[in-house]
């Protein structure tokens, strides 16, 4: 009896040293899962986190683009208008040049007429 004592006790060590291997191995897993699923928690409450600093990030990226672009719509017609009044200004200066060599071709052939008449009598 005394060896088949031994094989229940080694039977009944070794089942012990499985459960406790079994335990051991499974609270590791419910660790492992546990800090899965706290790092998923994370990483879903990080996304939203940055998600919304995109979006505040490219509304005030929008609103700064916007903002230059009126300025430079601002500039682009102060310099149309201002391009306009230099021409409207070159426009004036040479109708009132071209008038005044139209107004003197007579007078100038006349003065050549008299200058011909003169010189050749």
Do not use: C
Not at 5 to 19: I, K
């Amino acid at each position: 009896m005394h060896r088949s004592q031994a094989n229940d006790l080694f039977q009944l060590q070794t089942e012990l040293v499985d459960m406790k291997v079994e335990m051991a191995v499974s609270k590791s897993i419910d660790r492992v899962v546990e800090q899965i699923t706290n790092l998923r928690y994370e990483m879903h409450t990080d996304f939203h986190g940055i998600r919304h600093e995109m979006t505040t990030e490219f509304h005030g990226l929008k609103h700064e683009m916007s903002e230059q672009f009126s300025a430079l719509d601002n500039r682009v017609i102060a310099s149309e208008t201002k391009l306009g009044m230099v021409a409207g200004t070159r426009k004036a200066w040479y109708d009132r040049i071209m008038d005044q060599v139209v107004k003197s071709v007579p007078a100038g052939i006349g003065f050549l007429v008299a200058y011909l008449i003169l010189h050749f009598k």
